[in-house]
């Protein structure tokens, strides 16, 4: 790779692997869905503002529902995954965890037929998951697993966005991607984070400035680079 794409893809695993040291600092003041709705919506705002004379109602209407799936799988599940998983297990260990997206991609690919099978990959993938495995306290206790469970489940979904950007919409501008991504996972975490009375809940001012982070750099930074 030449040296720009070295410094981009440094880049990405910098603000990423920020993002689960600003989600335990923003947990204790925002209940999850109102979290993610705030970190996704205020993303969705600043991507609008770049894309707005390229129509970008018309381009919800003509690929609404591949950005439905994806905003689903690839910010929507996942982000609300690691907002209510870290309330229990240290960021750390969700960051390692979250390390399993490449797996999952690469197992999805082999069952869907878009990857050959052979000893090599599956000794990886193998390896990989005994790698996760040792690292996990075998002393954890219910609530730690929950939150190791659910963090997985949010790796899963990455791996199933990704299986479904590659086919769908890696021939589109990024921008237009990561604009229908993020209005609809916006919309999915509107009705629930009602429910949550985000407007009674005392904000401290750390948790605002994590938040704000966690959106503007974690999540409209990143998805432009990405």
């Given amino acids: 790779m030449r040296w720009i794409e070295w410094l981009v893809l440094i880049t990405l695993a910098v603000l990423w692997g920020t993002t689960f040291l600003l989600v335990e600092l923003a947990i204790p003041s925002f209940a999850p869905f109102t979290l993610v709705l705030a970190r996704v919506g205020l993303a969705a705002l600043l991507m609008l503002c770049l894309i707005w004379r390229r129509a970008p109602w018309q381009i919800l209407r003509q690929r609404w529902r591949v950005y439905m799936a994806v905003g689903f799988f690839g910010s929507g599940l996942p982000f609300l995954c690691f907002a209510w998983g870290q309330r229990y297990i240290e960021s750390g260990l969700a960051s390692v965890l979250n390390a399993l997206t490449p797996l999952f991609v690469l197992l999805i690919a082999l069952l869907l037929g878009r ?37 997985i489940v949010a790796a899963v979904s990455y791996a199933i966005s990704t299986s479904i950007a590659w086919a769908k919409i890696s021939r589109y501008s990024p921008r237009e991607n990561a604009w229908g991504q993020l209005f609809f996972a916006s919309l999915y975490m509107l009705p629930f984070s009602f429910y949550e009375a985000p407007w009674q809940a005392a904000f401290s001012a750390s948790a605002v400035l994590a938040l704000a982070a966690l959106s503007v750099f974690g999540t409209f930074f990143a998805y432009l680079l990405y």
């Fill in 115 to 151: 990857e050959r099978y052979n000893k090599l990959r599956v000794f990886g993938i193998l390896l990989g998951f005994i790698g996760i495995v040792v690292l996990i306290d075998p002393e954890a206790g219910a609530s730690e697993w929950r939150g190791i469970i659910v963090t």
